[in-house]
């Protein structure tokens, strides 16, 4: 994000050049590939919106990205056209397996109708089992958003996690924002998304107030990035997102996360304090 930020701080008629738009690309892709190396589909598809609004906020002309919005777009209507509809043991995409599950439980699709042709009676019922098994986090995860009512039940007094309903291994990380719902309730959840909104609404003033375009850049990245991992977690937990190893920021359990929300908010406080000119 820094080093886009500072590549993108050159002068608006530079960012015309096509090879200048390319370069960017390249330098936001970079960081890309290597996270989904990992891999870690989730945290490097939050980069690309990133990348993305700060070009557009730097000033890349429209025609540029609207071109590149069309044609990824059109590249992941073509992957999901082949993940969802093309038969097991066809020509197909390479993805991690569970990368593949976590998308068919997305969008409901049923794990039979990749069975080959040959299957058995016995090999269909594995399937299906398997299905129930891979649907079991999300369906927990909405469990506890939904039983949490306008109050919520009290602070450690949900059942969902409690009782190990929903997996104690990732009820305090990935879906920590249903156990905040059912502990919490729908007033507990508005609270959380409202705080987030001030930070990141703060953030947007602050990118307002920068003093130079870099310091406006960088701010833009940070909140673009918290917005980010906001959405996908809170959408994942509620159903509107694909299940992803994206953290809540300060939030979900973790060091790392921690840590880097934390380095990303001073950064953006930097711009603040450096907003008037010398």
């Known amino acids: ?7 993108l701080s050159r002068p608006p008629d530079e960012l015309r050049q096509p090879n200048i738009f390319w370069k960017g690309i390249g330098l936001m892709m970079l960081p890309f590939v290597l996270i989904l190396k990992e891999p870690d589909l989730g945290s490097a598809l939050v980069l690309l919106p990133t990348g993305l609004v700060m070009m557009f906020v730097a000033g890349t002309p429209r025609k540029y990205l609207f071109r590149l919005v069309g044609g990824v777009g059109l590249l992941a209507a073509l992957f999901l056209a082949d993940l969802l509809f093309v038969p097991s043991g066809r020509w197909q995409l390479p993805m991690e397996s569970y990368q593949r599950d976590r998308l068919l439980v997305f ?23 398997k299905q129930i098994d891979d649907e079991y986090n999300v369906r927990q995860a909405l469990i506890s958003v939904g039983s949490g009512g306008p109050l919520g039940k009290g602070w450690r007094q949900g059942t969902q996690n409690a ?22 309730g729908f007033v ?3 609270i959380v998304i409202t705080l987030y909104g001030v930070v990141l609404f703060t953030g947007l ?22 917005f980010g991992h906001v959405f996908v977690n809170i959408g994942m937990n509620i159903r509107i997102m694909p299940v992803t190893g994206v953290p809540l920021p300060l939030l979900s359990y973790g060091g790392s996360s921690v840590l880097c929300s934390l380095i990303a908010l001073g950064l953006m406080q930097n711009v603040y304090m450096n907003r008037r000119g010398y």
């Not at 130079?212 to 940070?222: H, I, N, T």
């Open 188 to 190: 507990g959840s508005v």
């Open 163 to 184: 009782l190990g309903y929903l997996p104690r291994a990732v009820a305090h990380n990935d879906f920590i924002f249903s156990v905040i719902a059912e502990e919490e």
């Open 1 to 7: 994000m820094l080093a886009g930020a500072n590549f």
């Open 107 to 129: 969008f409901g699709r049923d794990y039979t109708h990749f069975a080959p042709p040959n299957a058995t009676p016995a090999e269909l019922q594995r399937m299906r089992q």
């Open 205 to 226: 003033r602050i990118a307002g107030q920068a003093r130079d375009r870099l310091g406006k850049l960088v701010a833009v990245g940070v909140v673009t990035l918290i």
